[in-house]
């Protein structure tokens, strides 16, 4: 069974800095992209920021200067450290972990962990 097995979410104040962090287990491939979605109430769920296996990134606009994206490849593990909070970025965070195969995309998600900005 794959599990993807978020932390770090939290209640924070607007301006603080929080790091996420989701360390992938059970039978998933390795070599995937890992990246970071997140569902605010009543809006569709949207890319946050993603890595490739080498190391390449792409983050939303939203969060581009105040967030990285890294991973550990030996621990199959992603991250995301967020700076300069906003209040817009309350919502709930999903691990992602796509991969490729001759069939098309299989994509694994963790369960979500809640993030509050509050002012």
């Known amino acids: 069974q794959v599990q993807l097995v978020e932390s770090g979410g939290g209640l924070v104040q607007a301006g603080g800095s929080l790091r996420l962090s989701c360390a992938a287990s059970?039978?998933?491939?390795?070599?995937?992209?890992m990246g970071w979605y997140r569902q605010a109430p009543g809006k569709p769920r949207e890319l946050v920021a993603r890595i490739s296996s080498g190391g390449s990134t792409n983050y939303a606009d939203a969060v581009k200067g105040r967030s990285t994206i890294s991973r550990d490849n030996a621990k199959k593990t992603v991250y995301l450290q967020m700076n300069s909070l906003k209040l817009e970025d309350t919502a709930v965070y999903y691990c992602n972990v796509q991969v490729w195969t001759t069939i098309g995309p299989t994509n694994y998600w963790g369960q979500g962990t809640q993030v509050t900005v509050s002012s």
């Open positions: 059970g039978s998933i491939p390795s070599g995937g992209a």
